[in-house]
Every structure is written in C-alpha cells, then in structure tokens.
C-alpha cells in the first residue's frame, strides 16, 4: 500500500485511528475502514519479527483489551477490511506459506512493501545479485523477483519469507534500481524516497544499494559490449542465471592422482522449479562415483567431492533421494560432464591437475590424461604411466616438449587433443578465481573479464566472438604482439569465446584461439585454500538454526592450509545485536564436524553461555588467524509462528510461555509427561505453564503449524520419574503411534539445561524399545528387559544370544551370522554398518518383499535405534514397508542386533575380550 500521505497528514490519520480505538471502535467508526488499513500497514513497515499484535497495542492504547472488547473480531475485522481494499482498489493479496500459516498479520505486513528489518538485507541482495542483472531482468519484475528469490538462501528466514511473493520482490526491486529522478511505475516517489532514506541511513546498505544502482544504469545504458555488434542479444538469451556444469580435477595425493568433481551451485535452479530449494535443503544427494549420499543441505554450499570411481556414461552426475523426478530431471540437464573416453587435465604447482574441456595443450607445459580402461595411448616417449586409484580408468602423465613434430602433433590428434602455439590467451588485471593455463577462466559474477591475446605471428587486427555472436574487430597496438580488453558484464554461466587473427591484405582469419569463460555466482565462488586468503566455514545443513548449531543437529567444519592455529570464537546476542556472552578457544585448521562436537560439549553447556541461550535470538561463530584469513556464520534462532520461552523462577522451578505470532485463534498446547510420554493432557495457550517436577514435553499446534520443546526437570527428582509406555494395541496403527510418539520427542527443541537432554534421551530409548518389544516378539521383548537391568558394562555378554533369536529359518540364520562376524568392524562408521548390514540381510530383503537391500537396511537400522527418523519416509513407501516388517519380524530383530552390537562393543572397556567377533 502506498499512500503518499505527508508527515502531517499521516500522524493525523493515526491520531484518529488511536481515538477510535480508545472509544471502543464501535459502529460509527467502522464505517470509515480505509484510516484502519493504512494504520495496520504502517505497523506491519516497523513490524521486526516480533509478536504482531502487542505491537499495535503499543501502537493503539486499549487495542488488547477493555469493555466490551472482543479482541478475536476485531482482529478478523482487519483482514475483512485489507479484502475490501484488495477488491475495491486493487491491493495485493498475500499468497504462500506466509499467508497460509499467518492469516490475519499477513495482510498488514505484505502492505507494508518492506519492513524495515528487511531493508539492509535487501540492499545486499542487490548488491550480491548485479552479476546477473541483464536489460530483459530489469523490464520484467516477474523474472526480477524469480531470479531474487532463488538467491536467499544464506538470508534470514523473515526475508526469505518476504522474498517468497516473488511479484512484489521484483517491483520493489525494479523501482529501488531505478535512478534518483526516474519515474517508477511500480512505486510512488514518496514511498520509493521513503525507502531509500530509510536504508541510507545504515552505511553498508547505501554502499550497496548505490553500486547495484550503478551496475542497473550501466546496463540500461549499453549492455555488455558495444552497440550493434549483435552478441548483446546472445548473452541475454536467459533471464535467470546459468546453472555452470560440474568440474572433473585430481589431487596428488597417497602416492597417485586422486579424482575429485567440483559440484555446481544449483540454486538458480530454484527460479524454474520452486521445489528445487526446499528438496536441495531437506533431501541427501547421491554423486554419481562418490560412494555414500552427501548429507541433507551439503549441495546449497558446493564443494568438492573425492570419487571413489569414476563416473560412469549416461549416468546421471548429481541425482537426490527420493526427490520429484522434475528437481531430479531438471538437475541432471544442467549439469552433465565430458563423456571421454579420454579426459585431459593440465597441472598447476599445488599438487593439482584441473580439466581442460577444450582439450588442446602448449609446449612446455605438463598434464595428466586419463583414459577408460581398453583405450590406448599415443606411442610417444615423453607419455608415462601413472597411479590413478579408481577401477575402469588409466591414467598417464606427460610433459609437452617445447618443439613438437608433425608426426606427434597427429599422434595427439587421434585422441581429440590439439596443440596450440599460435595464438594465446590469457587473462590480465583482476586475479580471476580459477584459470587452468590453458582454455578455462573463471571471474565473480560483477568483475570485468580482461583478456590479453598474444600472436606468434605478424598481426594488425582480431576478431573477438561470444557465444558465435558476430564478430567485433580489434587492432593491435603498432608495433606490439599483445592486445587487451575486456568483457562486461557477462551473465553468470557459461560463454565461449574465440579469437581469430586476421591476414592484414584480406582481413580473413589465419590462426585462430578459444576459451571458455565461467562466470559464477557471488555467494557460491569457493576456491581451493591457500595461505593468506583461505579459512572457511562449512555447515550441515547449509544454514543451520541457532538451535539446531546449538543441540547437535547441525554439524560444523573448517578448512585452511594445513596445521594452522586459528582463534574460535562464538557469541551470543539479543533480539537488539547486543553480545550476551563471547568465548575464545583456540583451535587447529583443518577442524573437522568431530571436533565441534566435542568443543560444543565444552564450550556451549558453560552455565554463562546456558544463560544466555534462551535470551539470545542469534549466534555468531567466526575463525580467524592474521595473516592467512576470517570466516564467519551467523545463525539464527529463526521466524517461528511459534515459540515457547522458558524461565526459571527464583526456586528454581520453570515456567513456559508461548509465543504465538499466528495471529490465529485456534492454537492449541498438550503437555505430554515423563511418566507416561504418549498421552497429552490440554493445556490453557494464553497462559504461563508451570513446568512438572520431573519435567516432560510441551507441544503447540496452530492448523499445520507445531512448536514442542522439552521441560527442564529438577536435578533431585530425576531418579523419582518412572518411565513407562502404555499400549494401545499390537498392530500397524500401534507402531505408528509409537513412530509418531518418538518423532514429537525427537524433533522437540531442547533448551540449554543438561537435564532436559538426560529426559528426552531416556524417553526415545523407553519408546524405541517398546515399539522393537511389540514387533519383535515376546522373547525379544524378555531380552530388551534382561538388557535393561545388566548395566552397560554387561551388554556385551548378551550378544550370542541377540544372534539366537534373530530367526531360526535358514536366511535368517545366515544373516545373523554375518551380523555377528562383521560388528566389529562397524562399530565406528555409520557407513561401513550401512553398507555391512546391506549384504547381510539382503535375501531377506528380497524374500520379504521389502525390495532394493540398502533402502531396506537404511529404514531397519533406523527403525531399530531412531524410529521416529522413519516418520519423514514417504507415507506410502514407509506403511509398505511396516507391512513387511511385521509380517517378518526377523527384520527387525536382525536391524536390533546390528545396533545394539555396535554400540556394546564400541562401550566395551576391553574390546579385545570379543574373542570371534573381533
């Protein structure tokens, strides 16, 4: 909403709008409804997250309550009114999952156009995107906003959320790259002056918003190259940004040349597909020659991956589990690598060896080639073997001699390499992020790519070509062998560029060079670490919540040059920025997911940082070391609808809060004891919640929205809590419940107390044995109580039994006994159980119809140890496979038996006593 009102009139209009509601807004007020919705619009511009409504009784004394006040109507009448305006006068309508989940403050804060809170991020979004700014983007505020909205992902969630009217995005987007004393026909001056003022303010914002500005106008004014050489319209054939290809390199490492692919940024991606962030984020990725699944978020941060094998022809490179086939489609026709049988790679002095996709090599200089297996290589002297240690592949090593023959020239040729000495080129000025020596560049979305052209020939003139766009001719300077010049503004992608001398008579092409120009994008450029410029900071997932860094959910890496000392430091702040508690560790780079597991044990459970947690709405990690360099992440408590805040009384007891941002009046809370974990008594959502002696699990739900966070017991009371499930039946509905019942534990959110992790851990493990005592069996079940009473250092003395009762048939057996004759090589990788387990149950597997072996032993193990973890399977495939399970409970006591082995003999203070199994 835009309502070009001065200073003057607008706080005249609130003024009315403040006496109305003092007076009871009753039926001569409601009359007038236009003052009201430009009131809740001015709210919704200073709204910054917090609860919606306080805000407008600060706003509007006597909102909240008073005399015959009925506060849910009058919040419905808001909405009732933003509709008529919507009807009446065009106004926009929130559409997404904003709107669905807030369906009253919705309508104030998307007619706010921009929150201010969201102002300095937005200003950084266009700074971060002038890379692949192109002339159609900027006339079309639909593609604008497309294109925006698929680049947040490393942005707070209310801008993410703000982003996801992807019209709006892009009108605000086009009117804010617009110059000072341009006419916007999306916003009215007063409105766009009112936002520019407002990020003005902050120095970074007018810093970022004047050079996106700068690139806009830039581009406005003439394109990327000069005007009516006809390659303009080729570069700007897309209007969102290229997806670049994966990238094949190796590293010299263990005695040979390992393979690694560099994968791409898929985000763009998001812009066709809207699903294509949230199955990135939520799905794992398998990579084609990779031997595991990368973890859920790993590819919204590219990285490079080793190969275990080399990729296969036809297979698809990057392809998610379980993902929609058009994500998965989509991905695999934006990412494809060269399909050989011969790849060539060109040496650089780190040890490693990048792809040369235009396959030509120089004298002088050295490379790799790598062949599938039955195709030989040239009989040349100067090519030598070498150790490349993946199966179907061979590779050899060479040296290009400085004076090459014809014979040799054609012996190169017969593999698809070609030898180029008559033309160079190379890149000159800014340092560009990746050059491979030979036909290969990379720059940063927004940097100028200059180019030199060096000819060993006479030569007065060039024609430069983009994309087989036409021609643009190029002198060289009198008297000198080199030219230079520059590129701009090159869209993100991919872009081949050739250049031909020409003959001074005839101007026709006589030799001629080409290379290939990868621009990528500014947040997903990451380059191998060297000393001076390379710490940084990874995550799983890509972008962790502040509680999810904080409970273990997240995970947490470092990479740099190697056996470096860094500073850690992580802070705590408030709602306002303002530091909480700081604390400072040093460190060793590289520091791997395994270390920050065991620093946050010490670090983050200090009773200062646990303090601070529940008052902080953000966490900052950041690693630095002068000289070498500084990386940082911010994460985020997050936008929730709701939110529970615990305080702890001056007894020592806590209270519970709930913080409902819906705006809706249909929240409902259950609390859900220790002593009896599945069954939820109703509790009051508008009042505090005292929590029980022994604690437990409180949950609030608000339609599809839900909110659970686990109650801090009192220490003293811990041994009084008696754990217990009640069950309601024997069948598939049970087991469902009981998978339902732990999930709500499991995903609950964990506050900072040591106790509450202690209840929630005993929880899951009471209920993880109950649903494994229900489907395994009565003499399972005896076993699961024997278990219970031996203590920890008496599990191990019930293995033999575990492999008694996994089955008597055949297959089961035999799986059994492969279980117990490979435990221990699976105690301390996930992966190798995995895999392990896989091979052991297979025909029963098959036999039980429960179908591909490793989807089977990734649902049983998970089912055995974490059910609830099986509660985020498709609904269809999961109830499938419950089927089987309880028609051959020998699955489950097989997947029972490889977890709790494990785990015995990982525990076991005397590994070696194992005797057979070891």
Not at 403 to 415: P, R, T, Y
Not at 728 to 743: A, N
Not at 861 to 881: D, H, K, Q, Y
Request: glycine residues 8%; proline residues 6%.
């Amino acid at each position: 909403m835009e309502h070009d009102l001065g200073g003057e009139e607008l706080e005249l209009l609130l003024a009315a709008v403040r006496g109305a509601v003092a007076d009871g807004l009753d039926a001569r007020y409601r009359a007038w409804w236009l003052p009201f919705v430009v009131f809740a619009a001015e709210i919704g511009y200073d709204y910054d997250g917090g609860e919606f409504w306080p805000l407008w009784g600060q706003k509007a004394p006597g909102w909240e309550g008073g005399p015959h006040w009925n506060v849910p109507l009058n919040r419905k009448r808001i909405r009732q009114w933003f509709r008529r305006f919507a009807d009446d006068y065009g106004g926009a309508e929130p559409r997404g999952g904003f709107a669905s989940n807030f369906t009253i403050i919705a309508w104030p804060i998307t007619h706010a156009v921009m929150p201010a809170d969201l102002q300095r991020q937005m200003a950084q979004l266009l700074f971060e995107s002038r890379g692949v700014l192109n002339a159609e983007l900027l006339a079309d505020p639909d593609a604008l906003g497309g294109c925006l909205a698929a680049r947040t992902v490393g942005y707070s969630d209310r801008f993410r959320i703000f982003c996801a009217n992807q019209s709006l995005l892009g009108q605000v987007a086009v009117a804010l790259l617009s110059g000072d004393e341009e006419e916007s026909p999306y916003l009215v001056r007063s409105t766009l002056a009112r936002l520019v003022s407002d990020l003005s303010n902050e120095q970074a914002s007018r810093s970022w918003l004047l050079r996106a500005r700068h690139s806009a106008n830039q581009i406005r004014s003439r394109g990327f190259l000069p005007t009516g050489t006809g390659a303009t319209s080729v570069q700007r054939r897309n209007l969102v940004p290229g997806v670049v290809s994966p990238r094949l390199l190796l590293r010299h490492q263990h005695g040979g040349w390992q393979p690694y692919v560099e994968l791409p940024d898929l985000t763009p991606l998001q812009a066709i597909n809207a699903e294509v962030e949230h199955e990135l984020r939520s799905l794992r990725a398998r990579v084609e020659g990779h031997p595991r699944p990368l973890a859920r978020g790993r590819l919204l941060w590219p990285d490079k991956v080793l190969l275990s094998a080399w990729p296969r022809p036809g297979a698809r490179v990057i392809e998610l589990e379980r993902g929609s086939e058009a994500v998965n489609r989509l991905i695999a026709e934006h990412c494809a690598l060269n399909t050989g049988p011969w790849w060539l790679f060109r040496k650089r002095s780190v040890g490693e060896a990048l792809e040369v996709k235009g396959k030509f090599v120089r004298p002088g200089s050295e490379y790799c080639l790598v062949g599938r297996a039955g195709n030989r290589p040239p009989s040349l002297p100067w090519i030598v073997p070498t150790v490349i240690p993946v199966e179907g592949v061979h590779a050899f090593e060479f040296a290009v001699p400085e004076m090459i023959g014809a014979a040799d020239v054609e012996q190169l040729g017969s593999l698809g390499l070609a030898v180029a000495s008559d033309v160079s080129i190379r890149p000159v000025g800014l340092v560009p992020g990746s050059w491979d020596g030979d036909g290969a560049i990379e720059w940063l979305a927004g940097e100028p790519a200059m180019l030199a052209v060096q000819s060993a020939h006479a030569a007065d003139k060039c024609a430069v070509t983009v994309n087989r766009g036409l021609p643009i001719v190029l002198e060289f300077p009198a008297g000198q062998p080199e030219l230079f010049f520059a590129l701009e503004n090159l869209a993100v992608g991919k872009h081949d560029v050739n250049v031909a001398l020409l003959t001074p008579e005839t101007d026709r092409p006589l030799f001629s060079g080409s290379l290939t120009i990868t621009i990528r994008d500014l947040h997903t450029g990451r380059e191998a670490a060297t000393e001076g410029t390379a710490i940084r900071l990874f995550t799983t997932p890509a972008r962790p919540k502040m509680t999810e860094l904080w409970d273990g959910r997240a995970s947490l890496s470092i990479d740099g040059p190697l056996e470096t000392r860094a500073e850690l430091s992580i802070t705590l702040r408030d709602e306002g920025g303002r530091d909480l508690e700081r604390q400072l560790c040093g460190i060793s780079v590289p520091f791997s997911d395994g270390a920050w597991a065991k620093l946050t044990e010490q670090v983050l459970r200090k009773k200062k940082m646990l303090s601070a947690f529940e008052e902080a709405e953000s966490c900052e990690v950041s690693v630095s070391r002068n000289g070498v360099g500084f990386a940082s992440l911010v994460c985020e408590r997050g936008f929730d609808p709701l939110r529970w805040v615990l305080v702890k009384r001056h007894n020592g007891r806590h209270d519970a809060r709930l913080i409902d941002r819906t705006g809706s009046d249909d929240t409902q809370v259950h609390m859900f004891s220790v002593e009896d974990p599945l069954v939820a008594k109703e509790q009051d959502p508008r009042m505090p919640i005292t929590v029980p002696a022994t604690g437990g699990l409180l949950q609030a739900t608000s339609g599809k929205l839900e909110a659970a966070v686990i109650l801090p017991p009192e220490p003293n009371l811990l041994r009084h809590a008696h754990l217990a499930v009640r069950s309601s039946g024997d069948g598939l509905h049970e087991v469902q419940r009981l998978i339902e019942g732990h999930r709500r534990w499991l995903d609950a959110h964990v506050p900072a107390d040591l106790f509450a992790r202690h209840q929630q851990e005993q929880v899951l493990e009471v209920i993880t044995t109950s649903l494994v005592s229900l489907v395994a069996g009565h003499r399972w079940a005896n076993l699961e109580r024997k278990r219970k009473t031996a203590g920890a250092h008496r599990q191990i003395e019930l293995l033999d039994e575990m492999e008694e009762l996994v089955g008597e048939g055949f297959k089961q057996r035999a799986a059994a006994k492969q279980i117990a004759r490979h435990l221990w090589e699976w105690t301390d990788s996930p992966a190798a159980l995995s895999d392990g387990f896989s091979d052991a149950i297979e025909a029963m597997a098959t036999s039980s119809g429960m179908g591909e072996p490793h989807a089977a032993a990734d649902f049983l193990l998970a089912l055995a140890s974490n059910p609830g973890a099986v509660a985020n399977w498709a609904e269809t495939e999961r109830i499938r496979l419950l089927k089987c399970v309880l028609i051959s409970p020998a699955l489950i006591r097989a997947g029972r038996f490889a977890v709790l082995g494990t785990e015995a003999l990982r525990e076991a203070p005397d590994q070696s006593a194992t005797g057979g199994r070891r």
